[in-house]
């Protein structure tokens, strides 16, 4: 379960999904499974290489509908 900034001050809700990036590098994609005001828990629906894995530090862009 990854952990964002994002909450529910921000728009955010449950179901919402985000692009994992590291830099400009996508590497998988996140859905939003837990918002409260401030914060939000998401769970990793797919990652596009094994051997990475979410890092403090990366974004989670969310995805237009």
Do not use: C
Request: aromatic letters at 4%.
């Amino acid at each position: 379960m990854l952990v964002l900034n994002l909450g529910e001050n921000q728009g955010a809700k449950i179901g919402m999904t985000s692009r994992l990036s590291r830099g400009q590098q996508p590497y998988g994609k996140a859905i939003l499974a837990d918002v409260r005001k401030g914060v939000s828990g998401a769970f990793v629906e797919r990652l596009d290489a094994a051997h990475e894995t979410p890092r403090p530090g990366d974004t989670a862009i969310h995805e237009t509908e």
